[in-house]
């Protein structure tokens, strides 16, 4: 059985899903089964592209669970994320590049033949992203970042933005404002009566925030009063 890992936890899994193995983002595939009978632990079933990459058709002991593209482009892959810190560290270090990893930067001609290339500025860039913990913006696309994870670092943005937003810039208000909303739909987060109506447009009151997630236990709500400002 491969045992190879793929990003995300098995309930974030869907069928047809495109994913890639964990640590090897150019091995693609898609989903095909969730969970295998008799077997401990959740399995995915993936069937990669090309045609290979794999180690069986879709069967396993003898059980065929799903018909795949190849004979041996199919694999029961088990689910795995990454931290947050690890996502930033594996696409921000540079200087834990191993050497082998710098060289693999290249470019195929037109007769199919590697090519090295040499990347403008990159000196500049690697020296900015020697001061990794004073990063102010990152993007962690496709890293992987488990479900669990990826909650705890929200709930602490909102609790970080609703203890910090000491603003008076209606601008600057409203810019937030989205970011909770997002936050509300996807986590059940939700904010108590924050837009009072009245003539001539809409003003922002206050913003309260309960984590009502199963996972997060009793919480008390987080509650921000704002100055007047037109919305």
Not at 169 to 176: A, F, T, W
Not at 213 to 219: H, L, Q, R, T
């Amino acid at each position: 059985m491969d045992t190879s890992t793929l990003h995300l936890a098995a309930v974030a899994f869907r069928f047809d899903q495109r994913v890639h193995a964990a640590g090897d983002p150019a091995r693609v595939g898609a989903v095909r089964y969730l969970g295998v009978e008799g077997h401990p632990g959740d399995l995915v079933g993936v069937d990669w592209d090309a045609g290979a990459g794999g180690r069986h058709e879709g069967s396993l002991a003898g059980r065929r669970y799903f018909v795949a593209a190849g004979e041996r482009s199919a694999s029961f892959a088990r689910p795995a994320g990454v931290t947050l810190v690890d996502a930033l560290r594996s696409r921000y270090r540079v200087d834990d590049f191993t050497k082998e990893e710098q060289d693999e930067i290249y470019a195929f001609s037109t007769n199919q033949k590697r090519v090295s290339v040499e990347l403008v500025g990159k000196n500049k860039v690697q020296e900015k992203l020697k001061d990794f913990n004073d990063l102010t913006s990152a993007s962690v696309s496709y890293m992987g970042i488990s479900p669990h994870e990826r909650r705890k670092a929200e709930i602490r943005y909102v609790r970080l933005v609703m203890g910090k937003a000491e603003t008076y810039d209606p601008e600057e208000i409203k810019r937030l404002q989205p970011r909770f909303t997002e936050l509300k739909a996807f986590h059940g987060i939700e904010d108590d009566k924050p837009i009072s109506r009245i003539s001539g447009g809409r003003r922002l009151i206050s913003i309260t925030l309960k984590c009502i997630g199963p996972s997060m236990g009793e919480k008390q709500p987080l509650t921000k009063k704002l100055p007047s400002a037109t919305a």
